[in-house]
């Protein structure tokens, strides 16, 4: 064993697949609420009258927001408010929060839980809700299936980003 590998902190296990379903699940009903209120302070600042006009520019900002929230509460404490929730925490390989560039650099790779599925829609031509909720669906759960094949059940933006999600119970209070 390697001087390096001996001293490295030992870090908690990865809490299971369905455990990060759930809080995947609990984000999005947050986030609800964040992407609701941003997108009526886009739509009052730019003074917006129809849902499709300025559509790009609300698309960019609300990938701003979200990118804003998810940076800052996984640089700060390792933890969204979901994952407070659900006790889970980003941690780096070496167990510490990750700093800002390594939580900006796993926002943009996160995208890739959507990113196929959507990329799927666009080139096949189909629309309305049931083809996009389904799509998205199995696109997610395959994304997250990925999961098994690495070898510590993490997921692979968290692989190449360097980040790992954890078991995290809060100690005891006195």
Same mark, same amino acid.
């Given at each position: ?15 299971? *697949? ?29 003074? %917006? ?26 640089? !700060?404490?390792?933890? $969204? /408010?979901?994952? %407070?929730?659900?006790?889970?925490? /980003? ?26 599925? /959507? ?6 031509? /189909? ?9 998205? $669906?199995?696109?997610? *759960?395959?994304?997250?299936? *990925? ?6 059940? %993490? ?17 005891? !209070?006195?």
């Amino acid at each position: 064993m390697s001087e390096a590998a001996a001293s490295a902190p030992a870090l908690p296990a990865a809490p299971g *697949l369905a455990r990060r379903l759930a809080c995947f699940l609990y984000e999005g009903v947050l986030l609800f609420g964040v992407v609701t209120i941003s997108g009526l302070l886009y739509s009052v600042l730019t003074d %917006q009258r129809h849902a499709l006009e300025g559509a790009p520019g609300m698309r960019a900002f609300l990938f701003a927001v979200l990118g804003l929230y998810f940076v800052y509460f996984w640089s !700060r404490q390792g933890q $969204t /408010l979901a994952m %407070q929730t659900w006790h889970i925490r /980003l941690l780096t390989r070496d167990g510490r929060v990750p700093g800002w560039p390594r939580a900006l650099a796993r926002y943009l790779l996160s995208w890739m839980w959507f990113a196929p599925a /959507l990329l799927l829609l666009e080139l096949s031509g /189909l629309k309305g809700g049931l083809a996009t909720t389904v799509i998205v $669906t199995v696109g997610v *759960l395959a994304y997250a299936a *990925l999961a098994r094949l690495h070898p510590e059940r %993490q997921y692979w933006h968290d692989a190449v980003c360097g980040t790992r999600l954890v078991d995290w119970r809060p100690s005891p !209070r006195p």
